[in-house]
């Protein structure tokens, strides 16, 4: 599964390890591969910071078999990752896919974190990933650049269901009749795809990724990424938003 975004600064990245988290607290062995190259975040937000030897790029150009470069997180157990580069580096679809297939035996999600927009990592992830989660927030560019995306998606061979969308960061005043945005079924309206949640804005998701310390238990964001896990894995979980 691939999370991507048609713009930065949505909290892709931060959606990415939340989900992923959630999915391996159900249970299930969970790597996240980070593809944005030099503009690496994943392993401050999973807490692996320092304990990173070799990235994505050095498994994809054959400097180190892939599982050298797998590091598990001290603060979701069940969480692996694979870092981005903090510079250069080029994401290419074939070495990706050998890496894929080798890790396949060992994890039950495999989820890439790709670079804003629509460049090599959004175009080699989408090659290989049966799924997309598109995180936007709630204005008007993102919900715009969100549905070009949704649109490639598609016509790139995604089935419509298997796109689905999470509006990120969502406060009090991101809706209304003074807002640029009405309401989520705006949002929903505007990319074309069904949602699947929505992640109200966080101070304490927010402070848990810059410090690299674990999302506090009763955290609304965090009830929220555990409703996207629950219902990616096919459970009945109603689309309810209690962010406030």
């Known amino acids: 599964m691939m999370i991507c975004s048609g713009k930065g600064g ?8 939340l989900v992923g988290a959630e999915l391996a607290r159900r249970g299930k062995r969970v790597l996240l591969i980070e593809l ?8 401050v937000i999973a807490g692996v910071y320092g304990k990173t030897v070799y990235d994505i790029e050095d498994v994809l150009c054959g400097r180190c078999e892939g599982e050298k ?7 979701y157990p ?3 990752v694979i870092s981005a580069p903090y510079e ?4 290419r679809s074939a070495p990706l896919a050998r890496l894929v297939l080798a890790m396949r035996g060992y994890f039950d999600w495999i989820l890439f974190d790709t670079a804003a927009g629509m460049g090599a990592p959004f175009t080699a992830a989408a090659q290989l990933a049966e799924h997309a989660l598109l995180v936007l927030t709630p204005d008007p560019v993102a919900l715009r650049d969100g549905r070009i995306v949704a649109d490639a998606l598609i016509a790139g061979g995604h089935a419509q269901d ?6 990120n960061r969502i406060a009090r ?21 069904r949602l699947i949640g929505a992640i109200p804005e966080s101070t304490a998701l927010q402070l848990a990724g810059a410090q690299g310390t674990a999302v506090p238990e009763g955290c609304a964001a965090r ?10 894995l096919g459970e009945r979980i109603p689309l309810t938003f209690t962010g406030w």
């Open 69 to 75: 470069a797998v590091v598990q997180s001290p603060l």
């Open 88 to 91: 250069g580096g080029e994401v």
């Open 78 to 80: 069940g969480l692996s």
């Open 173 to 193: 005043q991101s809706f209304g009749p003074k807002a640029p945005v009405y309401d989520l079924d705006e949002c929903i309206d505007t990319v074309g795809v």
């Open 162 to 167: 298997s796109v689905r969308l999470v509006v």
């Open 223 to 232: 009830t929220a990424g555990a409703a996207i896990a629950g219902r990616l």
């Open 10 to 17: 949505t909290g892709k990245s931060t959606v990415a390890v």
């Open 36 to 43: 944005d190259s030099g503009l690496r975040s994943v392993d």
